[in-house]
């Protein structure tokens, strides 16, 4: 049973638009993150939010930027995006030092 | 370069046998997490592990931090564990710093 929601799934755009991802968690945790993960599969974190404050940003581009709501919703907005940012956008979200995670099932986004 | 370093890349099974999976890490950990990403993509955490052994089911990780190493041990393989294991180092508490590596894709076959 989902417990991690993220809306669109899929999303094709063109270089230099915005678009903005929501995710949403049912599960009552104090901790969300959004990750990456490109055409090889490789995953990165990019940002942790606890008690909507922000706890990590890996050398994330500046166009990049989470928002939330409460501490239930992460959106995540790219300002005028570029092809290297066509991936997979998975959402997660813990108990905060918890061992574990749950994942949303991902937001893929193709940049023409 | 690469913090986490998984091995093997590939892994193929016949049902019922054993697997034991590598993970190796380039700085000091303060807990290795083990995960299963299904072949659609969707991802699960397994085991986390900040040192020694931790069993779940047919699941065993064992974490060696002094050494910047850890294995995962599937025992009794089913076709339904195929799919892509990864492993990721935390080197703060709360997710902070936290590298995954390329993976291994475990292919159970009858």
């Known amino acids: 049973e989902t417990a991690v929601f993220q809306t669109p799934n899929y999303h094709v755009t063109q270089v230099g638009n915005e678009v903005s991802f929501n995710c949403k968690q049912t599960?009552?945790?104090?901790?969300m993150y959004w990750y990456k993960q490109d055409s090889k599969k490789l995953l990165k974190i990019m940002f942790s939010?606890?008690?909507?404050?922000?706890?990590v940003n890996e050398t994330v581009p500046r166009r990049f930027s989470p928002q939330s709501s409460d501490k239930a919703h992460l959106n995540l907005r790219i300002k005028s995006v570029e092809p290297e940012d066509s991936a997979v956008y998975l959402c997660?979200?813990?108990?905060?030092?918890?061992?574990?995670?749950?994942f949303g099932p991902g937001t893929r986004l193709t940049v023409l | 370069g690469q913090q986490v370093q998984q091995s093997p890349a590939s892994l193929v099974l016949q049902e019922g046998e054993n697997a034991e999976l590598q993970c190796n890490f380039s700085?000091?950990?303060?807990?290795l997490q083990w995960f299963y990403q299904r072949p659609g993509g969707s991802l699960v955490s397994l085991l986390s592990n900040p040192s020694g052994t931790k069993h779940t089911g047919r699941l065993t990780s064992t974490t060696v931090t002094k050494e910047r190493r850890g294995s995962l041990h599937i025992s009794s393989s089913q076709i339904t564990d195929s799919g892509t294991y990864l492993c990721?180092?935390?080197?703060?508490?709360?997710?902070?710093?936290?590298?995954f590596g390329k993976g291994t894709s475990l292919t159970v076959i009858p």
């Open positions: 939010y606890n008690n909507k404050q922000l706890i």
């Open positions: 700085s000091t950990a303060t807990r």
């Open positions: 599960l009552g945790h104090d901790t």
């Open positions: 990721a180092m935390e080197r703060g508490t709360g997710y902070q710093n936290f590298y």
């Open positions: 997660a979200s813990s108990y905060w030092g918890g061992d574990e995670q749950y």
